[in-house]
């Protein structure tokens, strides 16, 4: 079965962007990457191809400022796909090589034409402050 | 079913002497089966739905694929529409903006036509679908919406022996990186394996270049998007009302030299009669 076309068209964007994009269906299974995602994910789509919400979703750990860690609900993607409204934050993010990495996450609903309820998309930013 | 061609011309009607063997008129497809008529888009073709072949049908379902001016122009001049004996069914893609009525009521009203739909005598049904499934007479009917803008849905007719598909604008190419993986190309689940698809294919791949992001799609894209959803046979339409009966003859035979697809291919003409079984 195919993806919506608002899915296929987000897709499209994604990969004429240069921040890294990331796409969801409605319960956080990653279905695309764009190439500056590979970056952050350490990984190819071509290699991955899509990926359970259970498994991207260790790939690394977020932190707030004092290395706390973030509980799901304070994540913008958990929170979009949970009330499918747009978020913003910025946190640190750990990769499992020990990386870490200050980001700001934006993260929006895929409405569609009819009114229902999509996927989501995560775009990554290099934030200038904490 | 028996698929009739009575409009093959995309974006605005042809006169001209030119383009007179494929046709000058905009989108119309008549579909029958069991004394059941769908007509498939309201292009000026529809002027030439002929009533004293069906004397006896009262009741004709009318598809829209959505409502830029050339797939509804024909509408006002549909006889049945302004005849009390007949029951009329329009369908067409839904908007979370506009209801059906309204958004055809801004073409059947004046200035742009003399007569209000509520004054149309017949027997007149709107219905608004999305991603839908329904049925009418021995037709089973599927819906999906399709990237071309605003809101446009392709069509998956099923009869009692065959399969039909009907997308006339759409521009697959626009929503696929890769052409190769059926989860990602708009339109593909209607048209899988269909006997006989009616697909866009108003431009040359050169003349695409140029044309990215306009809803339509090339002929190379069209054979691709075919050949990927392994259909029988791909009748290429919507023809850009710039090229003549001599270009499309050129643009034919060059992708014919270009590639060798199993299924059989060839341009949609006005007045084709095609009869799946």
Known sequence: ?130 | MKISIRGVRGSIPTTDPETAYYGGNTSCIVVSENDWILLLDGGSGMQRFNLLENTNIRRIDLLLTHLHLDHIQGIGFFNPLFDPSFDIHIWGPSSNTSSLHSRLSRYLSPPLFPVLIRDLPCKLTLHEIENSSFEIGPFNIESRFVIHPSPTVGYRITGEHSVFTYIPDHEPALGSLDFYNKKWISGIDLALSADLLLHDAQYSAQEYRRKVGWGHCSMDDAAKFASLADVKHLLLTHHDPSHTDKQLNELITDLKNRNNYLFNYELAAEGMKIELT
């Not at chain 1, 690394?60 to 799901?72: A, I, S, V």
């Not at chain 1, 009114?115 to 775009?123: D, E, M, T």
């Open chain 1, 1 to 130: 079965m195919a993806y919506e076309i608002e899915i296929i068209l987000n897709r499209q964007l994604a990969d004429c962007l240069s921040m890294p994009v990331f796409i969801t269906d409605t319960t956080g299974n990653l279905i695309f990457y764009n190439e500056p995602a590979e970056k952050v994910l350490g990984a190819r789509f071509e290699d991955t191809g899509e990926m359970k919400a259970e498994t991207w979703s260790t790939v690394f750990k977020q932190q707030d400022e004092t290395g706390r860690l973030l509980q799901p609900d304070e994540l913008p993607l958990m929170r979009t796909l949970r009330d499918h409204y747009p978020y913003h934050k910025t946190f640190r993010i750990v990769s499992l090589k020990g990386n870490a990495e200050i980001i700001s996450v934006t993260s929006y609903p895929i409405i569609g034409r009819t009114g229902k309820f999509l996927g989501a998309v995560a775009i990554f930013w290099s934030p200038k402050e904490l």
